[in-house]
């Protein structure tokens, strides 16, 4: 049993109108993402910005509330659960978010905030919390003087170290990392990367690890799923994707990528203009007005996503679900 | 032949209630004609300070030329005066920034903000500024230019406002073009058609480009030559293929080996160990040194300076061979 499945999850925003207007657009920023995620293991989300992967980040977990489809956690279905069973089960479920400086409350102590959940789940009594939250800072590469700090005195490698020992501080089992790693410096967001390796192996956590940028998102997951315009358009196993990649999208964004490697010519795909917009996405495939390989029907029918194995793809042109 | 641009130790600092912050701590490089100059490194390590004191752009009352040489084309721009300095920007150097929305003012239409650039450095009048904006437009590949010129820069995508800026610093032929971080706001497919785009535009008008970023990837791809900064100076200088296959300072190597790699490698990340350390209190000797596997005691004592250690190959380390 998959330790999260996700069915058919959509959010729809609604589009304020004028001041008279009632709202009749929507935003369609998830519009039907069906997946899941073995214990123990991390699948990576990418995509570029509007394309739903914050959203659907915060959906799993409940953040925001779906407006449709079913999130299954440990074989149990989240979406019509009151608060306080969701408060329970949210103690499982934690998150990493991409600004460490607007994540952390400035008026409250590291030892504080990394307790506070402890606190919140009576998981330690008062007098074990402050070992425990120190034994946690260590863990993080913190030291045990950072415990009467505020976070201003703290850079963004050791902030975002605060924001991760504050997921771990209630026995997290499935960490959504939202950027976690982006607004960082390379040699600091590797630290960061390697430090959440490790406590994967030491804690066995699951991770749902969502970011724009495809190098990172290799690196640390077993399977990738591409978003484009609120759907999946294919997910593969990381070494399968990267060298196997079937939608045209995928392909696109992997040639974008420059690679610290000047005798690379490999011939690059730019895409021509830019993401559609969510709220009237174009007909058929999304994709098709910047596809290179469009054909007539992709303009009129939907392709859905098709496995091959673990490999599944939503192209009418290439993959398994190929139609033309 | 003399180089384009020749920067001759250059030392800026700010100063702060704190103290002096020696930004920019002797940097020495040259651009030659055409060429594109990547300058790579971390926040704070001092590269979009070598850009702005090249531009002398530096935030008045703080900011200062503390020392060195800044030769355009024979002439030294830290000694010109505010109204010489006026002229160089636009029409001989121009630049360019990360952050599209807030270079562009939101209350004129971009044909305007076009139009009034072309205006402040060339004697024409407002209806050959308005085609000259008009022929920028269809330069930088926007579509129907003409309608174009009456949207407000909130109308358009992040790529479009980076092409409008482009547009805007081209608008007068310049010899050089300072790229801070182009593209660093920017998704990577729309990364890839700036990039191109520069790229084009610099076959076709002849410019040099210093192109700043914190990216590896963006270097290697376009740069003819690559300087590396950390903690205010040049730590190492070579020719991309060069600098990639035979990195040779050991923050060059750290910083390379922290990039995951796409396509297999699965270990952990070589990361180098602790933090930048305090412009306000750079550390003896070598800055690099308490983040360095290999310092000793002589790297605490001398400030290692970049020597050639192969033609072409310059390394400011006591320990490269």
């Avoid at chain 1, 390796?197 to 804690?203: A, E, I, N, T, V």
């Avoid at chain 1, 390989?293 to 793809?313: M, N, R, S, W």
């Avoid at chain 2, 020495?28 to 490194?41: A, K, Q």
Wanted: aromatic share 6%; hydrophobic share 40%; with cysteine.
């Amino acid at each position: 049993m998959p330790l999260l499945e996700i069915r058919d999850i959509k959010k729809y925003f609604p589009v304020r109108g004028g001041l008279f207007t009632r709202s009749r657009e929507q935003v369609k920023a998830v519009d039907g993402v069906t997946l899941s995620v073995e214990d123990g293991e991390t699948v990576g989300l990418v995509g570029e910005s509007g394309c739903g992967k914050s959203t659907l980040g915060r959906c799993v977990i409940r953040l925001i509330e779906p407006t449709a489809g079913q999130i299954l956690f440990e074989g149990r279905d989240l979406t019509g659960l009151g608060w306080s069973a969701m408060r329970d089960v949210r103690r499982k479920m934690q998150i990493i978010f991409q600004d460490p400086y607007a994540s952390l409350n400035p008026r409250m102590r590291v030892g504080d905030i990394v307790g506070e959940g402890m606190r919140i789940h009576s998981i330690a009594r008062a007098d074990e919390r402050r070992s425990r939250v120190m034994d946690l800072l260590a863990r993080v590469g913190l030291r045990e003087e950072h415990y009467g700090r505020y976070p201003h005195e703290f850079s963004g490698g050791q902030r975002q170290r605060i924001g991760i020992a504050r997921a771990l501080a209630v026995n997290a089992k499935f960490i959504v990392a939202d950027e976690a790693v982006s607004a960082l410096d390379v040699s600091i967001q590797a630290q960061i990367l390697n430090l959440l390796l490790d406590l994967q192996k030491d804690f066995g956590l699951t991770y749902f690890f969502i970011s724009h940028d495809l190098r990172v998102v290799e690196h640390v997951s077993r399977r990738v799923a591409v978003m484009y315009l609120g759907k999946i358009v294919e997910i593969a196993p990381a070494g399968k994707l990267y060298g196997e990649a079937q939608h045209p999208y995928t392909r696109a964004l992997m040639s974008a990528v420059p690679l610290p490697d000047p005798t690379r010519k490999a011939a690059r795909m730019v895409l021509q203009g830019d993401v559609p917009s969510p709220i009237n996405p174009p007909t058929g495939c999304s994709f098709h007005p910047r596809c290179p390989f469009a054909k007539k029907i992709c303009a009129e029918k939907e392709p859905l996503l098709t496995y091959d194995g673990g490999h599944g793809v939503a192209c009418h042109v290439f993959g398994p679900g190929r139609t033309v | 032949m003399g180089s384009l641009l020749q920067v001759r130790d250059l030392r800026t600092s700010f100063f702060t209630s704190d103290g002096e912050v020696r930004a920019v701590d002797g940097v020495t490089f040259d651009i030659e004609d055409g060429e594109t100059v990547g300058l790579v490194g971390e926040s704070g390590c001092g590269k979009s300070v070598t850009a702005l004191s090249i531009m002398r752009l530096l935030p008045k009352g703080t900011g200062r030329l503390v020392g060195g040489e800044i030769i355009y084309r024979g002439r030294d721009l830290a000694t010109l005066s505010d109204e010489e300095m006026r002229r160089i920007r636009g029409n001989e150097i121009s630049m360019i920034f990360q952050e599209p929305m807030t270079s562009l003012n939101p209350v004129f239409t971009i044909g305007e903000q076009i139009a009034e650039a072309v205006r402040l450095h060339q004697r024409v009048d407002k209806r050959e500024a308005r085609d000259r904006a008009v022929e920028m437009l269809r330069l930088v590949k926007i579509a129907d230019p003409e309608k174009r010129l009456r949207d407000y820069p909130h109308q358009l995508s992040g790529g479009m406002r980076q092409r409008v800026m482009i547009a805007m610093a081209l608008s007068c032929n310049p010899k050089l073009l300072m790229a801070d971080e182009p593209t660093t706001a920017l998704d990577v497919t729309i990364q890839a058609q700036i990039l191109e785009l520069i790229a084009e535009l610099q076959a076709k008008l002849g410019m040099a480009v210093l192109l700043i970023t914190h990216d590896l990837g963006v270097v290697a791809e376009r740069a003819n030559h690559v300087a590396v900064m950390y903690a205010g100076k040049i730590v190492e200088r070579a020719r991309p293929d060069v600098i990639f296959s035979r990195p040779m300072h050991p923050y060059t190597i750290g910083l390379m080996n922290s990039v995951p790699g796409v396509g297999g490698r699965k270990a952990r990340l070589d990361a180098i160990p602790g933090i930048v350390p305090s412009p306000l209190h750079w550390p003896s000797g070598c800055r690099f040194r308490d983040r360095c596997g290999r310092a000793d005691a002589a790297c605490a004592e001398t400030q290692p300076d970049l020597r050639e250690v192969e033609p072409g190959h310059w390394v400011a380390c006591l320990k490269a061979a």
